[in-house]
């Protein structure tokens, strides 16, 4: 979706498809634990190729979880 300048921002739906943020937070947090394994695993192997590729898949899930994070909504800590 693409919002041109000088129009209004589309906003969520109640009922839209987008996932409430809990979800968010614990794909996010699937992620983390994912990214540790893949750590742990990748730390073990023999330096060469494989590590670093391996190395670098962690790279990405840690990405990944980041970036969910960064767009979720912030919230008020003495809300929660």
């Known amino acids: 979706?693409?919002?041109?300048?000088?129009e209004p921002l589309p906003t969520a739906e109640p009922g839209s498809s987008l996932p409430?943020?809990?979800q968010i937070r614990s794909?996010?947090?699937e992620l983390d634990v994912k990214a540790a394994a893949?750590?742990?695993a990748a730390l073990r192997m023999p330096l060469g190729?494989?590590?670093t590729e391996a190395l670098r898949t962690v790279t990405v899930?840690?990405?990944a979880a980041e970036?969910?994070?960064h767009f979720l909504p912030k919230?008020?800590?003495a809300a929660t």
Not at 1 to 6: D, E, K, L, Q, S
């Open 38 to 40: 893949a750590r742990d």
């Open 61 to 63: 899930l840690e990405n």
């Open 67 to 69: 970036m969910l994070r």
């Open 75 to 77: 919230v008020d800590a």
């Open 20 to 22: 409430p943020v809990k």
């Open 27 to 29: 794909v996010a947090s």
């Open 1 to 6: 979706m693409v919002a041109h300048p000088g």
């Open 49 to 51: 190729d494989e590590r």
